[in-house]
T-cell receptor, first 116, second 115 residues
Framework: DTGVSQDPRHKITKRGQNVTFRCDPI?????LYWYRQTLGQGPEFLTY????????KSRLLSDRFSAERPKGSFSTLEIQRTEQGDSAMYLC??????????????FGPGTRLLVL | AQTVTQSQPEMSVQEAETVTLSCTYD???????LFWYKQPPSRQMILVIR??????QNATENRFSVNFQKAAKSFSLKISDSQLGDAAMYFC????????????FGTGTRLQVTL
């Protein structure tokens, strides 16, 4: 059983550059989530897809952030004109709600971004 | 605002002993799930245990068990027979059933396990 994978695992960029992260969910999972985790904090929700539809975006997701899930499989998160405050761990999770509505999110290893 | 509070930033336990991590949450919803996740240093977050709010029986998973007090909005994690591999950040989280299903996390408790 292949878990959630993320690429790259680490990214160092200069302020003002664009970066893109990729997430591959568990194959049968139709829901995909992006979270951001800063040092010493719990993850904070950014956005959520059900299949290819982006159903919710947090107010944390400024207009410099965009996420896509074009075919309902993998997802990309792009940050344009990066700022030092964007430095964080970006986590992806996926889930498949059962008939009883149970939903457990399984997390990938994360992409750690450092903006210099 | 819906929040999760973990009042213990750090905890320490001796190997083979028992430790309890506390968590309180605040939601106006009646139907939700509660989770404890473990995040070892530089490793990915994994699910430890899950509790459905409509179930009165406390969930258990091997050495891990919870004390769920719905009226008090409390959800503590007990780790029995602690092992060195239990050392990690532990996050409490909840999710409201049937909505956007985003997890709301606490700030975590760092657990150290000593010999």
């Amino acid at each position: 059983d292949t878990g959630v994978s993320q690429d790259p695992r680490h990214k160092i960029t200069k302020r003002g550059q664009n970066v893109t992260f990729r997430c591959d969910p568990i194959s049968e999972h139709n829901r995909l989530y992006w979270y951001r985790q800063t040092l010493g904090q719990g993850p904070e929700f950014l956005t959520y897809f059900q299949n290819e539809a982006q159903l919710e975006k947090s107010r944390l997701l400024s207009d410099r952030f965009s996420a896509e899930r074009p075919k309902g499989s993998f997802s990309t998160l792009e940050i344009q004109r990066t700022e030092q405050g964007d430095s964080a761990m970006y986590l992806c999770a996926s889930s498949f709600p059962g008939t009883s509505g149970q939903e457990t999110q399984y997390f990938g290893p994360g992409t750690r971004l450092l903006v210099l | 605002a819906q929040t999760v509070t973990q009042s213990q930033p750090e905890m320490s336990v001796q190997e083979a002993e028992t430790v309890t991590l506390s968590c309180t949450y605040d939601t106006s919803e009646s139907d939700y799930y509660l989770f404890w996740y473990k995040q070892p240093p530089s490793r990915q977050m994994i699910l430890v245990i899950r509790q459905e709010a409509y179930k009165q029986q406390n969930a258990t998973e091997n050495r891990f068990s919870v004390n769920f007090q719905k009226a008090a909005k409390s959800f503590s994690l007990k780790i029995s027979d602690s092992q060195l591999g239990d050392a990690a950040m532990y996050f409490c989280a909840y999710i409201v059933t049937g909505t956007a299903s985003k997890l709301t996390f606490g700030t975590g408790t760092r657990l150290q396990v000593t010999l």
